[in-house]
């Protein structure tokens, strides 16, 4: 579930999404919608998050 403000409102995805974003170096945003297509599975999302942008699959 998101908030108005286009966040999440599962306080871990959010935490998890805050991680991810600042630890690779991606928007929060992008960060999320990893964690959907993914889950959250830490090493796969690591693993996504580095792999070059434009080599990555669209969501």
Known sequence: MTTA???E???GIQ???RRLAKEVGIPE???RGLIKL???N???LLRE???PKKQRRPF
Do not use: N, V, Y
């Open 9 to 11: 409102a599962d306080p």
């Open 42 to 44: 830490w090493s796969s």
């Open 49 to 51: 998050a580095r792999f």
């Open 15 to 17: 935490f998890l999404a």
């Open 5 to 7: 403000d286009g966040g």
């Open 29 to 31: 945003a992008e960060a």
């Open 38 to 40: 993914i889950g959250t």
